[in-house]
């Protein structure tokens, strides 16, 4: 619940700079790359590398951007508590993208727990599966949702200052969110209005 004490603050960037800004995250995906190849060889990459034809590549993608979506969604009701009407699905036009919105606040941590977990389940759970068995299609697609989550990752960057417990709501517009956080009351000016 929002007091009346609290200042709501901007942690967004617009969409047209938020790919450009989430660039240096892709490090992460090169770094999955290096490790799977330095593990299992480059020629188990080649070999599985049929999944980027586009008759495999672009239904995988679709299904699992959809499921992207629906993690965020499913994981922000979880951690915050909330019920499925104070959620927002749909399908933006101007992007060709479905969305995923929460539409109240929710505490910073049900709020990043929320935002990273389409990262773990479908790009970092699947790479460390990978990592075990050698299985070049499960790496391509744990690197290919890895990178799909550098917006997420950009998004919690830009509230990594922000107190845990404060009350994050998703931005309807931009990459990123609103933060309220509580007005320091200076205790001078207190003393002087008795």
């Not at 931005?171 to 007005?183: D, F, I, K, L, R």
């Amino acid at each position: 619940m929002i007091k009346e004490n609290q200042s709501k603050k901007d942690y967004s960037i617009p969409m047209s700079k938020a790919s450009a800004a989430s660039l240096p995250f892709g490090v992460i995906v090169v770094g999955q790359f290096l490790l799977f190849t330095a593990v299992w060889g480059f020629e188990t990459i080649k070999s599985s590398s049929d999944i980027l034809l586009p008759w495999y590549f672009f239904p995988l993608f679709a299904v699992g951007i959809v499921l992207h979506e629906l993690i965020h969604g499913l994981s922000w009701m979880l951690g915050g508590r909330l019920s499925f009407n104070q959620m927002k699905f749909g399908f933006q036009i101007k992007t060709l993208t479905p969305y995923a919105h929460c539409t109240v606040p929710i505490p910073k941590s049900a709020y990043v727990f929320g935002t990273l977990m389409p990262a773990l389940i479908l790009g970092i759970f699947p790479f460390l599966l990978s990592l075990i068995n050698g299985n070049g299609w499960i790496f391509l697609f744990g690197i290919l949702f890895t990178f799909a989550a550098v917006g997420d990752f950009l998004i919690v960057y830009l509230i990594r200052s922000v107190s845990w417990t404060a009350l994050v709501e998703d931005h309807p517009e931009n990459a990123g969110c609103y933060v309220y956080e509580s007005e320091k009351i200076d205790s001078t000016s207190k003393a002087e209005s008795i």
